[in-house]
Structures are given as C-alpha cells and as structure tokens.
C-alpha cells in the first residue's frame, strides 16, 4: 500500500457516500477502507463492495451487525422503555453509535488515522458519529464530506459524471430515508409541509390500516428478564423475531409514526416511521413490566426512559450516564418474565392479555367478589386516618381552603351546608 494516510468511510453505496470515496481519495489524499454494516436494510454485500471499489476504496468491508444491533443496543431500549418524545424508537439513533464502534475497530485493524461518514451538517446523525468516535478513539480524527464541501445533489451528480463514477440512475427516491432492522426514517420532500398527510409512497413497510385484511391476527410474545424470545410459543432468534414482527406488523397497518420532532441542532423536522417490531415489542414488554414492577420502580423508570431515549437521541450513547442508567433498567428487569396477547388488525394494536409467574397482581386483593375476597376492608379506615392527616393538619392550621373555592351550587349561601357531625375536624397528634 502506499504511504498515504488511511481513512475508513462508512458507506452507504449511495450517492453521497460513493462521492465522497473519490473526494477523499482525490481531495483530501487518504486511502479510502469503507465500512458498510448491515443492520437488516442495505445493498447486497457484492453491490456494496463492487460500488466501493469502483469509486477508487483500496478494500472494501461488509459487515453483518444485524444480531448486534439488537442485542447491544435494541434491546436495552426497549428494556428501558425508551421512546424519544414519547413517540420514536430511535431506530436511526440507536444504528448510529454501532457503526461509529465498527468504524473505530477497522481504523484499529488497518492502522487508519481518521474516519469518515456522509452525514449532513443539520441533522442528529453526524452528532452521533462524531460524539461515538470522539469516545471510543479519542485520537482518531472525524471527517465529513458533506459537511465540508459545498456541493448539492445536482452538483454531486455532475461530480460523478465528471470523475466516472458509476452512480447508477435508480429511480430516485423523493425522500431521504435510513432504515435498519428497528424501523425506517423518513424525511425531506413534500413531507416537509407538517400540514399534509404523508403521501402513500413515503410508506414501504406498512400497507395503509384500511388496505389491511378485516379480520386481523392474534399473536403471543414471551419475555425473559425484559428481552423477547419467543413467538406464539416458538423460540426465535432475535433477528428472525424483528423481522416476523415487522413483516407481520407490516401487513396489518401497524406501526406509522407521524411526529414533528425536535433535532438537537435546534430545528424542528417533520418526520415519518414505519416500525412494526418496535411499537409491537415496546406495547408487550410494557405490559410484563405493569404485571411484574412495583408502582414506585414503574414511576421512577418512566424517567429513566425519558432520559435514556434524550441521550441516545443525542449521541450520548457511550456517555457515563446512559451506562450507569443501564445498570439500573438491568436490575428492573429481573422478574419482567411473561406472555403477552395481542391482536393486530387494521392499523390498531390491542393488548388482549398479559402473564407472568413474578406477578404482583393478586385477584384476591383486586376481587370485589366479596367470597374471595382478602382485602383488610378494616384498615382502610386507620390508613386513611393517617395518610390525610398532613393535610388536616394544613387546613386546620392554615386552613382557608375552602373559603378559597367558589361555590359551584351559587344559589346555596356558604354556611348553610356543614359537614356531617357538623363540628369542624381538627388534626388529631397520636
Ligand atoms: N430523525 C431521525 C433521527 O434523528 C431519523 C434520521 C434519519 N436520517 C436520515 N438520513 N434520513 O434519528
């Protein structure tokens, strides 16, 4: 090889990224090694690798990181409950910090000096591969084409031209779209007006809920410590289980996502998901964790998912405190063992059942049937006795709260209608 310094790309295939293999060659003097992981939607690896070459890389790796990204990064999402503003799995988000990983271990293999990607400067992705590489391999230097030069789509294409690069002209597609085996993104183009409804052609996962067969399905999923492992009774892997559900999700209309999100470079943004596996899953697991987690763990851990979603949101996923925030998810999900029914029919998800050997439901605590029942109806009174007692206490001494609430009866004089007992109550001290 030559002595020219070496920088790993990840590589897309597409039109950015296969510029920007001849633009760093040519521009910026680096040997070009890209990386391209396949985290369930890419290029067949041979397109990828013939693509990279083509466009002047000296090797060209294809990495299958579809089980890792599930069971690194997925899955303590969804054990942590984490849906950034309540409403996006964080697909892109989380696929993000796994390639800045595989960046890093090939830079480490070939001796490369810098990394490269094809993000823009105004969106979350160059944050998190930035941030990612800045925390793995402090020394190794980032650098982002796009970012850098000034180039538009149709100058990027002339560019190709110009330099004979091989962009073949695939029916381009309006919208700019990264998806992996957790969902698909999708931005720009017409979607960029909040005030329209997502055209049908945004959509490739999901078929519209009215289009999907009226009578619908039902399907039990079953999870160990927080992670699902099996399918209507059957074991899975977790890839083959991602992609049943999204499949399955798919074809019942399960799983749009429509949401005007905030990016963390200030701008709000329009954007569109299609994610079956991850609304199914999310909707399960929190159903195991409403049977088997204390009303305080469940309080304290919505959160922990707020949080945990902000920083991977953020490209904070190698941060100090999304990892301690793990040790915490991991010890809430000991005893989130079950099964959960669903059904799934025309765009509507609906959770029929949930069990769990670790349930903290107990039907002789919840009966109102009074032969079953072993509820102390008794010490409701002493408890109540004493959990309002710090707010006699207030009115007693501060008391003008009710002098303070307007009369809702206004043909009623105040003063007419006294308590039963008719004397005020007092604090009692014990
Ligand atoms: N808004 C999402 C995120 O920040 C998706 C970004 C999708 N990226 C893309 N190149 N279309 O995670």
Redesign the pocket.
Known sequence: MSGRPRCVLAFSGGLDTTVAVHWLTHQRGFEVITLSADLGETRSAEELQYRALRAGAVAAHVVDAKEVLLTDFVFPSLQAGAMYQGV?P?A??LGRPLIARLLVEVARETGASAVAHGCTAK???QVRFDVAVGALAPALQVVAPVREWSLGRTEEIAYAAEHGLEVKATRESPY???ANLWGR???TGVLEDPWQAPPEDAFEWTVEPAAAPSEGVIIEIHFEQGVPTRLDGQGVSPVELVGRLNDLGGAHGIGRIDHV?D?LVGIK?R?VYEAPAAVILDTAHRAVESLTLSRDVLRFKRQVADEWAQLT?DGLWYSALRQSLYAFVRSTQQFVSGEVRLQLRQGALTLLGRSSPASLYSRELATYERAQDRFRHQSAEGFLNIFGLPLRTQAAVQGNLWEETKPLLPSMPRGIAEGPGGEPEHAQSD
């Open positions: 996006y964080l892109t988000a969106g979350n992705d700019s779209v990264d993104s999708v931005e999100e990016r943004s954007e949101y």
